[in-house]
């Protein structure tokens, strides 16, 4: 087992999650609004989410390259090209930040429910998930379902840490991103230089 592979894999994931989304900024115009328990529900329906994502990976992928090994050639590829488009669309985004703190108030179930349908039904996390899991299963003993199970888990926990603290302290990090403007420049490179690095990284496991 390649403990350093699951240490970047990590790593990564952490990174990700600190970079503005609408996930990450539901989840503090909701704290915002309505308070903590608020935009903790909606974090705990996102990250119940990614089971659904992870299971679709597991069990899909596992088969494809069990069947095929050239399977998990095209799949890295594939993810290479897809996270290398993903920088691209970054790139092009604006890099301010827009937290809509008119938010309506909602129960802590219809939070937790609207979050993990979110996540759920929004195609680009499967696709995204199909470019960044396969080029870090980490053992070559283990059953590969079993990997993407470990690796959706260490994700899943990545995201419950770093929204769990937006929603823990939105007040102060709303302020902080009102008054330092080069804050979302800063966020959105560094997420460029991570779906470029990770790509890289595939790219460099095609062997």
Not at 145 to 161: D, E, K, R, T, W
């Amino acid at each position: 087992m390649d403990y350093q592979v699951l240490l970047s894999f990590f790593l990564a994931s952490t990174v990700l999650a600190l970079s503005p989304g609408p996930d990450n900024l539901f989840v503090l115009a909701q704290s915002l609004a309505h308070g903590r328990k608020s935009g903790l529900a909606v974090v705990s329906g996102l990250v119940s989410g990614c089971l659904v994502h992870t299971s679709l990976l597991a069990f899909g992928v596992s088969a494809l390259i069990n069947k095929s090994p050239i399977a998990l050639w095209v799949i890295t590829g594939f993810g290479a090209a897809y996270l290398l488009y993903l920088a691209y669309k970054v790139y092009r985004a604006p890099a301010d930040f827009s937290i809509n703190e008119g938010v309506v108030k909602k129960s802590g179930w219809h939070l937790f429910r609207q979050g993990f349908l979110m996540n759920v039904f929004n195609p680009k996390v499967t696709l995204f998930f199909l470019a960044f899991f396969p080029g870090f299963l980490f053992s070559d003993a283990l059953p590969k379902p079993l990997q993407f199970y470990v690796l959706g888990l260490l994700f899943m926990l990545s995201a419950f840490l770093v929204f769990g603290s937006l929603a823990l302290l939105a007040g102060k990090i709303a302020v902080y991103l009102k008054r330092n403007a080069r804050a979302g420049w800063v966020l959105k490179y560094v997420q460029v230089a991570v779906f470029v690095g990770i790509a890289l990284y595939l790219l460099v496991s095609l062997k």
